[in-house]
């Protein structure tokens, strides 16, 4: 099995716009038509979007996250990511906290163990370094998409990735649905921590 | 948690408290350093993180202060009770605070009446109701103190040093809950610490830090509901590690 990457992507570009184009998703991801419109279909299939002349709308973005997350769960089982035990503290400067680690920033859960993070692959020495203490936390650490660091938010000194990614990589993790639906509602009644975009 | 429940701005008596914490402080920079909830407030902020706001004032100084210090608290009319200062407030019944002399607060039936507390800790007894600790002079010598706010606020070294002390008293309740908030909040925040200046304080009077960990381990849940509260991160392991670093480098 391949791992989803691209089609990861396109469901980040859906729920971050909302609303977009074929034409605009063509041109930004390089990807075939007939593949393109495979997944577009699927969405709309569900109820996730509607696309009209080429027009894509997001109308049911808790079905695009849900979706999104089916794909996180494949992608975590055929890219399996680093695991090392470290300070969040030690390391918050230069990755991006996802998942489960992204949840315990947020005060969701006790601990960051075993959740999502995302490390450029340049910054895998200094990983590396600091995981070689085993202290902390097991975190899993994933450098396939380096796109994830342009979307990103910071909360009490620490970067996550967007809300939309956060929901995605905890459903792909296996994370239990009631926080998961605690954190959708929280995101459609536009409450937040005093974050800053990244 | 009622103690932590009335740790709100919302409370009046806490606003009056940071007002008159401001004020005394300020005036009397030369002589007092604050320490206690207040300065762990201070520092927090400083460091980039946040703690409760306090009931309490505390202050250290030394004796040969005594007279200044005294002279100007009760020329704001800080009434001297035992080793304490002590305002009396009649809360009305729009929930505001009127301040009334000590005759007056014996008037008030207890339930309207508020108190604000001002401790004093010093190098010496001043009387024999009076309280010293054993880190107050070395404060002063070594000058272990920010200047912030435009008053004098004890390390966050010394700050965390005092409060791993508290185990020499009895057990406070709910009281020493906020002890723990107040330490945990100091280890973790996102500055390193200095422990060159526990070693210092260390050397002066030695404190247990098991305790510290085993009631943090018992507290764990309610602690993550402050920091969820306060809106910082409840990092358990950052907080065992510096503990047990400290206690590492102590030994040495």
């Not at chain 1, 495979?38 to 009209?52: V, Y």
């Not at chain 2, 007279?67 to 009760?74: A, C, G, N, V």
């Not at chain 2, 000590?102 to 009446?113: A, D, N, T, W």
Request: charged share 30%; hydrophobic share 40%; with cysteine.
């Amino acid at each position: 099995m391949r791992a989803p990457i691209l089609k990861e992507k396109i469901l980040r570009e859906l729920a971050v716009k909302g609303e977009t184009s074929v034409k605009e998703l063509l041109a930004k991801f390089k990807v075939n038509r007939p593949y393109l419109y495979r997944i577009l279909r699927s969405l709309e299939g569900s109820g996730a979007i509607i696309l009209e002349t080429g027009k894509i709308k997001v109308v049911d973005k808790k079905v695009l996250l849900y979706t999104w997350g089916e794909e996180k769960r494949k992608i975590f089982q055929v890219i399996k990511g680093a695991t090392y035990r470290v300070r969040p503290k030690k390391v918050r400067d230069f990755v991006v906290f996802s998942g489960t680690s992204a949840l315990w920033v947020l005060g969701k859960v006790l601990e960051p163990s075993f959740g999502t993070a995302y490390i450029k692959k340049d910054d895998f020495d200094r990983l590396k370094q600091i995981g070689i203490k085993r202290e902390g936390y097991p975190i899993r650490f994933y450098s396939y998409d380096e796109d994830i660091f342009n979307y990103t938010i910071g909360i009490r000194g620490y970067r996550l990735a967007i809300i939309e990614q956060v929901i995605a990589d905890s459903i792909g993790e296996g994370m239990y649905t009631r926080i998961i639906e605690e954190l959708l509602e929280e995101m459609e009644s536009g409450r937040d921590s005093g974050e800053e975009l990244g | 948690m009622e103690e932590i429940a009335v740790r709100s701005w919302v409370n009046p008596i806490i606003r009056e408290s940071y007002d008159w914490m401001l004020k005394v402080g300020r005036e009397l920079k030369e002589e007092l350093v604050l320490v206690g909830g207040w300065a762990t407030y201070f520092q927090a902020q400083k460091l980039g993180s946040r703690a409760l706001p306090s009931l309490d004032i505390d202050f250290v100084a030394l004796k040969e202060n005594f007279r200044t210090i005294e002279k100007h608290l009760l020329a704001n009319n800080f009434t001297p009770v035992g080793f304490r200062y002590i305002k009396y407030y009649h809360e009305t019944l729009d929930g505001g605070l009127k301040e009334i002399c000590f005759e007056e607060s014996k008037r008030i039936p207890p339930y309207e009446l508020r108190e604000l507390f001002l401790d004093i800790l010093w190098d010496e007894k001043i009387s024999p109701m009076s309280f010293t600790h054993p880190y107050v002079k070395v404060i002063f010598e070594k000058e272990l103190y920010d200047e912030i706010e435009g008053l004098r606020v004890a390390l966050p070294e010394v700050i965390l040093s005092m409060k791993f002390l508290i185990e020499k008293n009895k057990y406070r309740g709910q009281k020493q809950l906020k002890d723990l908030v107040d330490i945990y909040v100091l280890a973790v925040s996102p500055e390193e610490l200095d422990f060159e200046v526990f070693k210092l304080l260390y050397s002066k009077e030695k404190f247990n830090l098991n305790w510290v960990v085993q009631y943090f381990k018992e507290n764990e849940e309610f602690l993550a509901s402050v920091a969820r509260e306060l809106g910082i991160v409840f990092d358990r392991e950052e907080f065992l590690f510096i503990i047990n670093e400290l206690k590492e480098s102590l030994k040495g």
